[in-house]
Structure formats: structure tokens, C-alpha cells
């Protein structure tokens, strides 16, 4: 059974363990490297789980972590859907739905009016993800990918 556990900042070598094992095996999904967060120490994991208002979950199956995802507060009553990742052994068991709706469980509940994220062009088994969640692409364009071309797409789900 598919367990969802809510982190303090207390469970920050899970998220971090979670993180690195997200960033090693699907980097072509991430903008963040994981060179990037491996010279980052306690200090700036707590930080990461510290953010106010923000919301980190990880799923276990079997007592092993096997899925992550974060909502952080935004703009204008936009929350961010952040870091999803679901490892290739759990994939196609509906873990990332779980993660999704509870993401937007906690943005609906902290008044959002809207649920937004982004996602590297071509991360097909992700876009079909969210578009099944009811996430549209939206106008506003993406951050810039390090290939100083390409963007991210951005997909949001207004809340009504
Ligand atoms: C995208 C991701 C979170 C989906 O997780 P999941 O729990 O397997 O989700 P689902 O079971 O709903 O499958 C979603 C899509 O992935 C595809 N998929 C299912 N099982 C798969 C598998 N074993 N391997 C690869 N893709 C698979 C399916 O085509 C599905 O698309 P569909 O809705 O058209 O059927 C997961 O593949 C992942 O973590 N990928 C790497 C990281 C990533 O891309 N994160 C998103 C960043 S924006």
C-alpha cells in the first residue's frame, strides 16, 4: 500500500535522500542538478523544508520511499507544484496521482486560486500526467533551460 507521509523539517535527510535519488536517475526532467544540491550540507536542506507556508510529502510503498512532491506558496494566489518524482520500480501504480492530489488538497485548503507548474519540453509521461489532472498549458513562459533556447512550459489548473 502506497503510504503518503507530510515532512517537518526534522525529515530533512529524507527529503534529501528522496532529492538526490530524483536528480541522479531522471536529471533530463530537472532543471536543478545534482551536483548542485550534493555541496549543500543540513543547513541548506532544513532551508528547502523551512520555507513558509510550503508543503512536502514523499510516498513509501513497503516501508521504502518511492515518490516525492512539494506545493510552495506563489504570487497572486498561485501555488507551485514542485519536484515531482516517482522511482522507475513504483511508476505506473498511480503513486503520482496520490502526490498530485495531495498537493492540491493542501493548495485548496491554504486558498489558492490556482495550481501552477513547469515541465522541460518533451517530459511526455509527465505532461500526460498533469493534462490527466486537468493542468492546461498556460501563456506565461517558462525559465530558460541551460541550452539558452529551449523553456520550460508552464501548466496550470485554476481552481473554480
Ligand atoms: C512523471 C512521473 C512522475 C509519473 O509517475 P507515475 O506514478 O508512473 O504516473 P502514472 O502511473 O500516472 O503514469 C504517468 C504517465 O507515465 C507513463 N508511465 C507509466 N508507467 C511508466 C513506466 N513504468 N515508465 C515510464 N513511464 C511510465 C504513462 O504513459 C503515463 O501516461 P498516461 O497517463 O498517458 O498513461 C514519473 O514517470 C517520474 O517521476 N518521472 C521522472 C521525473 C519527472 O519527470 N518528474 C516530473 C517533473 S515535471
Redo the contacts with the bound molecule.
Sequence with gaps: MVRLHVLTPNDWPLWRDARLA?LT??PH??KSRVGDWHRGGEERWRARLETPGAYNVLASLDERTV?MASGLPGDGGVCELRS?????E????????QLIAAVETWARRSGATALK????PG????V??YA?HGFVLAEERGDLLPDGVTREHVMVKAFR
Design positions: 530524483a536517475e531522471a526532467a530537472f515518490g515531482v518524482w516517482v522511482g522507475p513504483a511508476r505506473g501504480l498511480g503513486v503520482s496521482d507548474l513547469a515541465v522541460i517530459n511526455s509521461p509527465a500526460s500526467l490527466r
